[in-house]
């Protein structure tokens, strides 16, 4: 493979430039060969307000770290022990690394899995957290593949709906996943605090269970005006 890599990398607070860089290996950050793992060709990425706390500074990252957690990718190069993925398939990634065989993992709590980050039980892509390098470039290693990718079943039906779904890595997910945790069921009564991305895709989350389960969605002001201008939008 000889395609070149260009990513968006880290070189100190307020400084992101686009560098050329190797193409990615089936290797882990410390070495070790990852046969379990892919290389993916991004598709899609988005810039997430943790890329923007990382460029101000306040969420310390290494310099010469590649910039981005929540991707879509192409499978490009499929390692030896990957049993459910081939060359084409369409992904999402999740913004965790996650080996899916740790007690932890087994127990669906990916965000905290104890073998993929030597110096504490969390790994992502992109920040100071196990070097995986992030996937705001060309292309991207992922290990464990097979546990930690999403695979949309019709490639050409995927493509056609490829920005949609390139929401589903993090925000949009980080926020259902929330509801699903605070116990969110029908006739819940649901309180969001707070305007940003997570809180809006709460908000459009939540009112998904207010047509299917007759339950209310209380929000503060902002998050309230910012659902309003969404349905005026939608209404024309
Ligand atoms: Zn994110
Ligand atoms: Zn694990």
Redesign the pocket.
């Known amino acids: 493979m000889t395609e070149h890599n260009r990513a968006v990398v880290f070189h100190g607070t307020g400084t992101m430039k686009v560098d050329t860089l190797d193409f990615p290996k089936l290797e882990m950050p410390d070495g070790r060969k990852a046969p379990h793992g892919v290389i993916l060709k991004i598709v899609a990425t988005n810039i997430c307000g943790s890329d923007l706390h990382i460029y101000r500074g306040s969420f310390p990252v290494p310099d010469g770290m590649v910039m981005g957690h929540e991707m879509t990718g192409q499978v490009v190069e499929v390692g030896s022990d990957v049993e459910f993925l081939k060359e084409g398939d369409i992904v999402s990634v999740p913004f965790n690394v ?5 007690r ?2 087994r127990a669906g709590r ?1 965000e905290v ?4 980050n030597p110096e504490k039980s969390c790994a992502a892509y992109g920040f100071n957290l196990g070097d995986f390098q992030g996937g705001q470039a060309d292309y991207l290693f992922v290990p464990y593949a097979d546990f930690q990718l999403l695979r949309f079943p019709d490639r050409d039906q995927a493509m056609d709906e490829i920005l949609d779904l390139a929401v589903l890595s993090d925000i949009l997910p980080t926020a259902f996943h929330g509801l699903m945790e605070a116990g969110v069921g029908p006739g819940s009564t649901v309180y969001l605090a707070g305007a940003g991305p997570v809180g809006r895709c709460g908000a459009a989350a939540a009112r998904l269970w207010v047509h299917r389960a007759s339950s209310s969605v209380t929000t503060t002001r902002s998050v309230s005006s910012w659902c309003a201008r969404l349905a005026a939008r939608r209404s024309t």
């Open positions: 996650a080996c899916g065989r740790c932890n993992c990916t899995c104890e073998t993929t």
